[in-house]
């Protein structure tokens, strides 16, 4: 049951499907009717679609059948009519041949004639009024040319030179086209030569320009415009200085009553009439594309040697001047002829030449400037190029990658005044005097107090006479940093920066000063060979104050750019730091001075380490040790308490150890008692000063205990308690706790060998027997003491 059903859909859909094939052949043009054909013979049933299309065709023919027997009777009607009009039309033909022929043979020249009468009216009409605008129009160019209105001139021909004078472009024009070629080669010199005071013309506007808006709008703390007020005020500056203004192109004749100068354009200085006259025959001769290509190959070659500085540009202002005036007239004078003709330059050609000019200028400035080492020069070229881009942009040239290039220039200015600075902090530190600065009368302690900010009641109230506590390089270093920050400042000027950036930029120029330029400086100073401890005293002292004004510093800056210190983004200076290790390696030096010192003294001891007796007094070379240590810590009365006393402890440590060395050298190989007597006076002395408070602030003994070690170690031999040092060993409460087992028995050795060479016969005595059996025992428990320790 379910093949028949099958076969039964199958062939309905073969049906319906020859049945839409024979709709599509009837309806569609025999020209795309094989896809058709080609989709039956695909198949398989074609034989069954051949007897359906027979089966169509012979419908067809019935069809037709019937409308022709529909129709024949009036065929055969029409054909007998039209048969009865031919015999009638021939016999009118022969009867009305020859009058008929004759009048229309005069009619047609007659028409003839008129037709040619008119053609020629129409022609002359046509000429006339052709030639009366013509005439009318080159009357008007006549006087615009008399005028020097070249702009409406210029107008005038292209609208001859487009509507009319194509008709009559077989006139012969190659000889004024040569004499024209000739004049543009004399007008790419002109402007060639003059290109340079073309060049300084619009940069002098440019600059009376931005003096008047200096002078019209009063400085606020230095304090610089944002980019968005800048972009309002460029395009103002832009309008007044517009290349297409009337007075600057010189096209119009009304000139602004408002100037007090009337500054020549470039078509004041540039005859371009030759240019205009080639452009004008070029276009008549249908060669304009010719001329068109001309021009800009011969204005790109020009181009190229104007933008090649000279070698030895970075010499002097003046070269930089002179290759920016050449730049500058280069651009006026395409971008005169830009708006004053049509088409011969483009703007997209404009923007291509300038491309590749601001390419080539930005490298030879690169190159040029980095061979400056002088700051003012840096400033003089950068306010140039401020000039130079300025001018440019007021006729439409971007010159944003000029003013990314000064900010390049701006670290290199930095580094130039960083070099000067250093120079300036030499000779500052180098001439100074290192004393306190002495004032004697009100005028001058102002004077001083103007120049850096320094505020002491007590010093107030003192009477004339005083010093003040700082030596003379505070206040001119202090100068010496405003000046720097303020020649900063300038660089920054009309480079339409914030007063964030500009203030970002004034901190970290500052910052370098101080931590690198100034901190080198103040650390050659202290680490000078022949520097004293006075002059290092009052660097110390120097420093701190400082180190105080850095907040007057914070303060300066801004007021100058109207900043505050706690924005989220400002820079914080690092002064404090830098004054702060200055003033510790000046602590350090001074340390490391007093040891040496003490060293120099103690190499005059002359101790007699087999002296019997000792003396009545402190050696000589101590006293005056002693009396330098006094006087050396007198002059620290300025200085913070903490480094006096931390230099007064070390230097008592160190000559407590330096004492103890000298005991203990391999060279004292015999040591008597007389001797070690005399050097425990010599310790006394080093403690009765230590006693007599060289510097304020130490609490009871303790300047004392610098020489403990000592005073024990004495003790124990001049008393010879070795039963209470053997017997309190190694505790707490021990009376000789600081002194070591190996110094004892160091010293110990020293004095049994002095005692065996004394006299040969001592073994003899029974006291000298016991006190060397004495030595001998301590000895002995000394090495065990030294041994057990080890172990």
């Keep these: 049951m379910e093949r028949p059903k099958m076969a039964e859909l199958e062939s309905l859909e073969t049906a319906a499907e020859h049945e839409r094939i024979l709709r599509e052949i009837e309806s569609t043009d025999t020209a795309c009717i094989g896809p058709t054909l080609r989709s039956v013979y695909d198949g398989e049933e074609h034989g069954r679609f051949m007897e359906k299309l027979e089966a169509r065709i012979r419908n067809h023919d019935r069809e037709i059948e019937k409308l022709c027997n529909f129709h024949y009777q009036g065929f055969v009607d029409s054909i007998t009519e039209l048969l009865k009009v031919r015999a009638e039309a021939q016999k009118l033909k022969v009867s009305s041949t020859g009058w008929v022929g004759c009048w229309l043979l005069v009619a047609l020249e007659e028409l003839r004639q008129c037709r040619l009468q008119q053609r020629n009216i129409s022609a002359t009409v046509d000429k006339l009024t052709l030639c009366l605008p013509v005439l009318e129009m080159y009357s008007k160019l006549r006087e615009q040319m008399k005028s020097k209105r070249h702009y409406p001139a210029l107008k005038t021909l292209e609208h001859l030179e487009q509507t009319f004078l194509p008709q009559v472009s077989h006139y012969r024009f190659c000889q004024a086209m040569v004499r024209s070629m000739a004049d543009l080669k004399d007008f790419l010199e002109s402007i060639r030569k003059h290109s340079e005071r073309i060049g300084e013309t619009p940069s002098a506007q440019q600059q009376r320009n931005l003096d008047n808006i200096v002078s019209q709008q009063p400085r606020i703390s230095g304090g610089k415009k944002s980019k968005k007020e800048f972009s309002a005020s460029s395009e103002l500056e832009v309008k007044n200085t517009s290349p297409m203004s009337e007075q600057d192109s010189g096209i119009l004749d009304v000139e602004d009553e408002d100037e007090e100068e009337e500054v020549p354009g470039a078509q004041e200085l540039v005859d371009f009439s030759p240019v205009y006259r080639c452009l004008h025959i070029y276009s008549v001769l249908g060669a304009r594309e010719t001329f068109e290509s001309y021009y800009r190959k011969q204005r790109r070659k020009q181009a190229r040697l104007v933008l090649q500085p000279p070698s030895n540009m970075h010499e002097t202002l003046e070269g930089y001047r002179r290759y920016f005036h050449q730049i500058v007239g280069f651009f006026v004078v395409e971008d005169h002829i830009l708006h004053t003709t049509q088409g011969l330059v483009s703007r997209a050609y404009l923007d291509e030449l300038w491309e590749m000019a601001l390419s080539k200028t930005i490298a030879a400035l690169r190159t040029h400037s980095s061979y400056c080492s002088d700051p003012s020069l840096v400033l003089d070229l950068k306010n140039l190029i401020v000039l130079f881009a300025d001018t440019l942009q007021g006729y439409g040239f971007p010159v944003n990658q000029l003013f990314e290039m000064l900010l ?289 602030g130490f609490q009871g003994d303790t300047l004392q205990l610098a020489f403990i070690d000592l005073r024990q170690l004495l003790d124990l031999f001049i008393q010879w308690d070795w039963s209470t040092y053997l017997a309190d060993y190694g505790q707490p409460t021990c009376k000789y706790l600081r002194v070591n087992p190996t110094t004892a028995l160091v010293l110990l050795e020293k004095m049994r060998d002095t005692s065996r060479k004394n006299n040969v016969f001592a073994q003899f005595r029974k006291n000298e027997r016991d006190k060397q059996k004495l030595i001998d025992t301590v000895a002995k428990q000394l090495r065990g003491l030294i041994n057990s320790h080890h172990s």
């Design 408 to 696: 390049e220039i701006q670290d290199q200015y930095s580094e130039t005044l960083l070099k000067k600075w250093a120079g300036v902090f030499r000779n500052i530190l180098d001439s100074d005097n290192y004393s306190p600065i002495p004032v004697s009368n009100e005028e001058v302690y102002k004077k001083i107090v103007g120049q850096f900010p320094f505020q002491d009641a007590e010093l107030e109230k003192q009477p004339f006479p005083k010093k003040f506590p700082f030596s003379e390089f505070v206040p001119r270093v202090f100068g010496q940093i405003q000046e720097f920050i303020h020649a900063c400042l300038k660089f920054s000027e009309d480079l339409h920066l914030s007063s964030t950036e500009v203030d970002d930029m004034i901190r970290k120029s500052t910052n370098l000063l101080l931590t690198r330029t100034l901190s080198n400086c103040l650390q050659n100073v202290i680490k000078r060979k022949n520097v004293g401890l006075t002059e290092l005293v009052q660097i110390i002292i120097n420093t701190t104050h400082l180190e105080k004004s850095c907040r007057f510093l914070e303060e300066f800056i801004t007021n100058i750019t109207n900043v505050l210190p706690d924005t989220v983004h400002t820079t914080k200076l690092y002064g404090t730091t830098t004054f702060k290790d200055a003033r510790h390696a000046a602590e350090e030096e001074i340390y490391t001075n007093l040891n040496q010192k003490i060293d120099q003294f103690l190499q005059l001891a002359d101790y007699d380490w087999l002296a019997p007796e000792p003396g009545s007094r402190a050696s000589d070379y101590l006293v005056d040790l002693i009396g330098f240590l006094r006087s050396t810590f007198a002059v620290f009365t300025h200085l913070p308490g903490k480094v006096a006393q931390t230099a007064c402890m070390s230097a008592c440590k160190h000559l407590s150890t330096s004492l103890l060395q000298l005991l203990l050298e391999a060279e004292v190989r015999q040591l008597t008692l007389g001797a070690l007597q005399q050097f425990n006076l010599d310790v006394e002395e080093c403690e009765q000063f230590a006693r007599s408070g060289p510097v304020p």
